[in-house]
């Protein structure tokens, strides 16, 4: 299953450790004082920290929520702060709750931007121009255009309103590498996540963002964006019987003496007979011959190392279990070093 294991944390998103199940029109200096790691710094100077005794409804997620006052000219804010500054280009996704109190005389606006210091609007990266009755998620990715530690929102309104806030969190992408399977241990299977990260690392140490199994066992994929790592695995288990008598071709090896992948050979369960494998170069040159099903290429023609590029296969061939058909079959082959 995927699962995260490092978010970037918005303190406090969600508005606990107030105290006070109710504390209408706070200063901002009192507010600041009564919630940990949040700041009010609007105009207005007007704040309230709400729970269900309050009977404006309940929170989002754990018991207390916010609500910003503004009336016209004057706007309200606060500042979240992070558990780390994020980072210019990368790409985050926040979330956060929002309903209406009272909006009189006009519509009101939630705007959500990054600050580097908790008492400035900072850079915008979002505005919600539609407010609604009941707890209404939001979603967005931005990528930050400065570093910043606070994320700040602003409430802005042409008449009066009153707007409650809850449940401000940064999201993580998710890993999904399929569920754990049976297969043929002679196929090469190709892990792969389709969401883009900023880093990969496999259970094997590689740092590709696929990778190319052929041996049973339990394979992870741990991943990095945006402050988060997500991490996902998946086990293969061999069951020989779903091979039958086919051939199967790897598509890339690398002869570098790892004893991982060093040779290359069409692979099967079943014997052959009547075999013949053909390898050539890009320019059309015979590199490799084999009339034996057991011998494999190890890169060289002759004693000379071929270089790293792609190869053309041709072969052909008769299962001798089978009814004597000939087959032939041809493909590339890509050689690492």
Not at 1 to 7: K, S, V
Not at 302 to 314: A, C, F, K, L, T
Request: charged content about 20%.
């Amino acid at each position: 299953m995927p699962i995260a294991l490092l978010a970037q944390r918005i303190l406090n998103g969600n508005f606990e450790g107030a105290g006070l199940p109710c504390a209408y029109n706070l200063s901002n200096q009192a507010f600041t004082s009564t919630m940990p790691n949040v700041v009010g710094f609007g105009e207005k100077n007007e704040l309230d920290i709400l729970s269900a005794p309050c009977n404006y409804g309940s929170a989002v997620r754990g018991t207390h929520f916010v609500a910003m006052t503004v009336i016209a000219g004057l706007t309200d804010a606060i500042g979240l702060k992070l558990s780390e500054p994020l980072v210019p280009g990368q790409t985050y996704t926040l979330q956060f709750y929002e309903k209406i109190g009272k909006v009189v005389n006009g519509p009101a606006r939630l705007s959500v931007g990054i600050a580097s210091n908790p008492t400035s609007h900072g850079e915008l990266l979002f505005t919600a121009f539609e407010l609604h009755n009941d707890w209404t998620r939001h979603q967005f990715q931005f990528k930050p255009p400065t570093n910043g530690l606070y994320l700040t929102v602003i409430l802005e309104s042409a008449g009066e309103a009153w707007i409650f806030v809850d449940d401000f969190s940064l999201i993580c992408p998710k890993i999904d590498l399929g569920n754990d399977t049976t297969y043929c241990a002679i196929e090469n299977l190709n892990l792969k996540t389709e969401r883009k990260f900023d880093s990969y690392l496999w259970s094997d140490g590689s740092t590709d963002a696929q990778l190319t199994v052929q041996d049973p066992g339990l394979y992870w994929l741990e991943g990095k964006l945006g402050g988060c790592t997500v991490r996902d695995s998946i086990e293969f288990l061999e069951k020989p019987l779903l091979c039958g008598c086919k051939l199967y071709f790897p598509e890339i090896f690398s002869p570098n003496s790892d004893n991982i992948n060093d040779t290359w050979a069409p692979l099967t369960p079943c014997e052959l007979g009547d075999y013949e494998l053909l390898i050539f170069n890009r320019w059309g040159s015979l590199v490799f011959q084999s009339r034996q099903a057991t011998t494999s290429w190890d890169g060289q023609q002759g004693d000379q190392d071929q270089p790293s590029g792609v190869y053309v296969y041709r072969i052909r061939y008769r299962f001798a279990s089978n009814d004597g058909t000939l087959y032939q079959d041809k493909g590339l082959i890509q050689l690492l070093r």
